[in-house]
């Protein structure tokens, strides 16, 4: 008896350790790059938190000219159509077109489900002046490879000059 609980709790506690590095942006190498935390925020829609995020770079040091990523874990339901709307919406805000924030929208339509939910998770790996690399729940979802739009889908979260100053700071980990 003492011998199979031993047995499920060693097994247990394996998957759980190599689910969690399955899943963390650290373990992610790209261009043979570790990727270490920045900081953290949490990104607030009306009254509830709508996801948290980090930043994760090289080093543990963010430059907007060296790779990183941004990994949301989803605090409430939202469909696919919905983030993609305020995607758009939010790439507008920086001056980018209506035609080409719809065009970017529509190549990320169909890298995530019509529904996600609370604990979902999205990473996003931009390679500045290349490519955007997105991860859905650990799994390979897509590619966009457009050098504008590597530059300003991860100025959404990280532009201390944008809706959200306080978060950009968090998420660079001056605050």
């Known amino acids: 008896m003492i011998r199979s609980l031993l047995t499920y709790f060693l097994i247990s506690s394996f998957a759980c350790a190599a ?84 065009r970017w929208s529509e190549q990320m339509r169909t890298m995530f489900p019509e529904e996600l939910q609370p604990g979902d998770e999205v990473t996003i790996i931009t390679q500045p002046g290349e490519s955007v690399r997105f991860r859905f729940n650990g799994m390979p979802a897509g590619t966009i490879d457009d050098n504008e739009f590597s530059y300003y889908l991860s100025q959404i979260w990280l532009r201390e000059d944008g809706p959200r100053p306080k978060l950009a700071r968090q998420l660079k980990g001056i605050e």
């Open 19 to 102: 689910s969690a590095a399955l899943f963390s942006p650290a373990t992610l190498e790209e261009n043979r790059q570790t990727l270490s935390k920045v900081g953290e925020g949490t990104y607030d829609w009306l009254f509830w938190d709508a996801y948290h995020i980090g930043l994760w770079a090289p080093q543990g040091q963010y430059s907007p000219h060296r790779m990183h990523a941004l990994k949301l874990r989803l605090d409430i339901d939202i469909s696919n159509q919905s983030l993609l709307d305020e995607l758009s919406k939010q790439l507008q805000r920086m001056g980018v077109s209506a035609n080409v924030a719809e």
